[in-house]
């Protein structure tokens, strides 16, 4: 049931990545291109997103609990470490080479472009990466 | 150029907050790409792989279900730059999930949620991608 549930919010998620344009890395790189050809679409996207999220997160939480699960699952942290920079900061370049952050990429893996198929397998094996590494480093998985 | 798309993208972007309040509702998770993806690979540390698994099939799927269910466009113009695109999934993937979350969970849900550490961590990847594509743009000239 759960499995039915995540697959269909999965379907929700991508098509509303690709009704937004956000699947597409030429309109990223256009919003991330302010000085040369901006398209300021994208800003629309994570604006869209965070009205929703912002009233529909409150709505949810005063439940006390979730349908399925046990609890909310909410990171509690606060602090800004190390990792809360450095993460963000290689992710950022990346993001900017390739016009791809990981979502889009899992929903432009089915139409097969030759990049796209570069791409997910070198983000899965640097997310393995993060994961192994970030094993041994004091620093809670919270997200 | 592409087409300044304010309506459309806007909807997309509340489809994507819709899609992240009924994960918190349904299992009380938040809907971080980097983090559902990244804990498809063991180790395992909990029992939602199903449903982690369900949720990427879902995204994968997405684009399959648009073009058959109705007569739409689906666009996307990726760099064929073999080399780019191999460094660009590795620093997305190594980060994304070092930072504990992409523009998912800290863009979306960890916006929506006032944290702290999301606004830090988005005000630092939104700085570092439009350096880079400055940089490729204005600079390299590519």
Not at chain 1, 40 to 63: E, I, K, N, Q, T
Not at chain 2, 40 to 63: E, K, Q
């Amino acid at each position: 049931m759960s499995f039915l549930i995540n697959l269909a919010l999965g379907l929700l998620f991508g098509v509303g990545l690709l009704v937004s344009g956000m699947s597409d890395p030429a309109k990223v790189l256009n919003f991330l291109d302010l000085a040369g050809t901006w398209d300021a679409s994208l800003a629309f996207v994570m604006g869209g997103a965070v009205l929703v999220a912002f009233v529909g997160y409150r709505l949810v939480l005063a439940r006390g609990e979730p349908i399925a699960g046990d609890r909310f699952h909410l990171p509690t942290r606060n602090d800004i470490d190390a990792r809360i920079l450095a993460g963000p900061a290689l992710f950022g370049i990346g993001w900017g080479l390739g016009g791809f952050c990981p979502g889009p990429a899992l929903t432009a893996l089915g139409l097969g472009a030759t990049g796209t198929l570069a791409f997910i397998p070198a983000m899965i094996l640097g997310m393995w990466a993060a994961r192994l590494l970030g094993e041994g480093s004091a620093s809670p998985r919270t997200v | 150029m592409t087409g300044f798309t304010p309506l459309a993208s806007l909807i997309g972007g509340m489809m994507i907050g819709l899609s992240a309040v009924l994960l918190m509702l349904w299992e009380g998770r938040i809907a971080g790409i980097s983090g559902i993806a990244g804990r498809l690979l063991p180790p395992y540390r909990d029992s939602a792989f199903l449903s982690r698994f369900g949720f990427v099939i879902g995204l994968v799927t997405a684009p399959i279900a648009m073009i058959a269910v109705g007569d739409v466009e689906v666009s996307q113009t990726v760099s064929s730059n073999i080399p780019l695109m191999l460094g660009a999934g590795l620093l997305v993937g190594f980060g994304s999930v070092w930072g504990n979350g992409c523009t998912s969970g800290h863009g979306v849900c960890g916006l929506s949620r006032l944290s702290t550490r999301s606004f830090v961590a988005t005000g630092i990847f939104m700085t570092t991608a439009i350096i880079t594509v400055f940089l490729i743009r204005h600079v390299i000239g590519a």
